[in-house]
């Protein structure tokens, strides 16, 4: 089995890393394209276009971020030999271990040549997802997993645009229909982030925590996940400016706001700001009624049964 290896890369710092994995895989039929410094949306329709181009060359491609350097030499190897007990599966997606939840997320995208992806509008959501009815996928968050270690050395900008990039996927401003379902997930990668600072108090895991309350307090929308935005940029540019105990403190306030509310909870003052024309203070308001009124349900509940 033949593979093709695409890279997407911008500034990150894992890229000799993630490269010098690539090379050094024991399987060595494969070859590589990287998609450099373009915009978030144009890199994801440029990798999927070019796969789709060159699949009668290849079995299988593989969709790498600049940011992830493989978990071990024998990946590919491991790959081949499941697609090869497994031919029917067109779509496996592969835990990574990622450094600002602590945890195995999902991931990296194995695929085999049948796949083919329509266009999307979608500029928030950017990975396509191919019919499920034509093309069979499998998520792995154990037999392959870790495929990779995702974000091990990141920069202190990679780790705002992180929380950023994140929040943006929670809050879809923008948008004109949000996707709850998606939002809750990034929404939990959100605070297990934050419980992670709390744990370790690691500097960039700070800047990850202020990324996620700019960009939902400052409203920011797709066009500000593309680490070029001015948007960006300057965002983190006033928090770079603050010394490290500044910004230690502000992420320690904030990652205990995010912990002690329920995420459900955090997630619909997030939903209903996005929806309210006065933003968060009517959302707090309404937020903290529906904890109330939720509250007194249970608890008149609870009296029922005890008479």
Not at 9 to 20: A, G, H, K, V, W
């Amino acid at each position: 089995m033949k593979i093709l290896v695409g890279v997407m890369y911008c500034i990150e710092n894992e890229y000799p890393r993630c490269m010098d994995s690539i090379r050094a895989q024991l399987y060595r039929n494969h070859d590589h394209f990287v998609i450099e410094k373009l915009p978030n949306k144009e890199a994801h329709d440029k990798l999927y276009k070019t796969f789709m181009e060159r699949a009668s060359d290849y079995d299988l491609f593989v969709k790498i971020d600049a940011d992830m350097v493989l978990a071990r030499n024998s990946f590919f190897g491991e790959v081949v030999d499941y697609f090869r007990a497994n031919p029917d599966v067109d779509d496996l997606q592969i835990a990574v271990s990622d450094f600002f939840t602590d945890r195995l997320t999902y991931g990296l995208h194995v695929y085999s040549s049948r796949m083919r992806w329509g266009n999307t509008d979608d500029n928030i959501f950017v990975d396509r997802r191919a019919d499920s009815v034509v093309y069979k996928r499998v998520c792995d968050p154990r037999r392959l997993a870790p495929a990779a270690f995702h974000c091990p050395d990141p920069s202190r900008y990679q780790a705002y645009h992180f929380g950023l990039h994140k929040a943006i996927k929670v809050a879809q401003y923008g948008r004109t229909r949000l996707n709850y379902n998606a939002a809750m997930n990034h929404w939990y990668n959100i605070v297990c982030m934050c419980r992670h600072y709390r744990r370790n108090l690691d500097i960039r895991l700070a800047f990850a925590v202020l990324g996620a309350y700019d960009a939902i307090t400052k409203k920011l929308t797709h066009e500000n996940i593309d680490y070029g935005s001015d948007a960006t940029v300057a965002g983190f540019e006033a928090r770079q400016a603050l010394s490290d105990a500044q910004v230690h403190a502000f992420s320690r306030l904030l990652s205990y706001l995010m912990l002690v509310v329920p995420a459900s909870l955090s997630l619909e003052l997030i939903v209903l700001a996005r929806s309210t024309p006065d933003g968060h203070a009517a959302a707090a308001k309404r937020m903290v009624s529906n904890l109330v009124d939720g509250r007194f349900r249970k608890y008149q509940k609870k009296k029922s049964k005890s008479i």
